[in-house]
């Protein structure tokens, strides 16, 4: 089984910045693919960014040039550096990884609101 643990969510000005942070513990092969989604109010979750084992990232266009993903591989940790925020970024956001032979794994969401 595997644990993925958020934090870092909050309360930030618009243009201010958060770094959201996501650890997998338990017992678990490897992970590939790990990435941060989000879900505002009355909508559906959508995709903000995926970062692979080797470095390879994605991103939304909504949040390219603001947002950076990275992750450590010896702490089986991924990182959300957001910057330039505003007030459509408001959302749950949520830590998915792509377990080898377990399949999608997500936390239990942060929330981050910008508002000022």
């Known amino acids: 089984q595997v644990q993925l643990v958020e934090s870092g969510g909050g309360l930030v000005q618009p243009g201010g910045s958060l770094r959201l942070s996501c650890a997998a513990s338990?017992?678990?092969?490897?992970?590939?693919?790990m990435g941060w989604y989000r879900q505002p109010p009355g909508k559906q979750r959508e995709l903000v960014a995926t970062?692979?084992?080797?470095?390879?990232?994605n991103y939304a266009d909504s949040v390219k040039g603001r947002f950076t993903i990275s992750r450590d591989n010896a702490k089986n940790t991924v990182y959300l550096q957001m910057n330039g925020l505003e007030p459509e970024d408001t959302a749950v956001y949520y830590c998915?990884?792509?377990?080898?032979?377990?399949?999608?794994?997500w936390g239990q969401g942060t929330q981050v609101t910008v508002s000022s």
């Open positions: 998915n990884a792509e377990v080898r032979f377990l399949g999608d794994c």
């Open positions: 338990g017992r678990f092969f490897s992970i590939n693919v």
């Open positions: 970062i692979t084992s080797s470095g390879g990232t």
